[in-house]
């Protein structure tokens, strides 16, 4: 979004950016440079057509000149990009709380459009009203297709209705494996919506099935969306660095597969941290008990060791077997022939790649092998979590080509089983 200035704002003359240097004629002139250029604003206020319009976090992009004469003006209008514009309304910041309710629509909610025409779900998630409708209105004109409306007993701020929309966005692109863009959103004040346009966004097709007709059947009958997406906001409350993690491990493109592996670890030991699945290995007073005294009979220069290496938490290893235990021995032992091995090899090369840099015996064939199964393991604890039954949780295994790709990765089937 730009805007274009006839002339600049008061106490912002491009003309006055720079030093002011003589030349070897006596002549003065202006360098000027990009770091000159650096101006931003925090919010304009305007109106066109008799509406208020709020533009927020926009930056001069104003053409540089990097030098010239300082009895001349060389700017005649001024350039202004803007990440965020609210049609319809003057908003002092981001953190003003106005809104009490807000409507989105993402790309491949359509996934849900197979439904009867016109039926609607409404559910409560975390003391906000959530209702999804819209279906079956693609077709009718004058109609922006199905979305989701969250009405709040309390106001709230545009930065809180971005989060908001942020989990509606992170739930429908996990369901349909698929990133999912933002196609239109409005802020409600009182009985009146208004438009928000911001960056980055690209704008979608709203009813677009991601993966054609079956999927859609799939995903509607296997993610019930009041149950499915009321339970996602639940695990966004109290895993929402987990979820951000699990989104950059499906859609990041990462160019070696050691990142890969750091990244997926990373994420399964965070998750299984904030779903609580398992409790310390020690009974606190016992562990504190133990650990002073080993303080006391060691050395002075291995007590900062003892005390920064010695604590009461669970290993990458526990928390890879827990989350295997938690996703079912069922689905698991499909993708993984020996979970004792897998969490052993996953946490091998966790740690030499983070402390020395590189892996050590083990081939990039058994490394992918270990991204598959660590990321498949992830997802279907997600799954799990959200209330996906085991019935349509194995049948996503055996047609997805995520976990058929976890299962037929070279050197799953022999290098994560436990050597003889």
Known sequence: MSLKLDN?????????????????????????????????????????????????DAMDKSPLRPRGRIDKNYISNCRISAEKLILGKHLENEENKVFNGLRVSV?????????????????????????????????????????????????????????????????????????????WMQLQVGNEFLDLLFLPVKIGAGTEVARGKFSAELISNAFPIDISLSKWFELANRAQAAISMVIVMQFEKMPFVENDLLTVTMTAEVLHRNLKLGGRPYDNKEFKLMREKLLEVAPDGYKEMIKSSIRNELTLRQRLVGLADFVGEDLISALIPDVEYWAKEATKARNYLTHEGKVKNQSVEELIAIVDVTKAVVVLSVMRYIGVSDEYQKIIVSRHRQFIKAVCTPGNGSRLRRKK
């Open 107 to 183: 790309d491949n909610l359509g996934c849900w459009d197979s439904l009867e025409d016109g039926q609607k779900f409404k559910f409560s998630a975390l003391g906000k009203s959530v209702e999804i409708c819209g279906f079956g209105s693609s077709e009718k004109p004058n109609q922006r297709g199905p979305f989701c409306q969250i009405i709040s007993g309390e106001v709230f701020s545009l930065h809180e209705a971005l989060e908001e929309v942020k989990v509606i966005q992170n739930f429908i692109s996990f369901v349909v494996n698929q990133f999912s863009d933002i196609v």
């Open 8 to 56: 600049y704002f008061d106490g912002y003359n491009p003309d006055e950016l720079g030093d002011i240097r003589k030349d070897e004629h006596g002549n003065l002139f202006r360098v000027v440079t990009s770091k000159d250029y650096l101006i931003s604003y925090d919010v304009i206020y305007g109106v066109a057509d008799g509406i208020n319009i709020t533009i927020m």
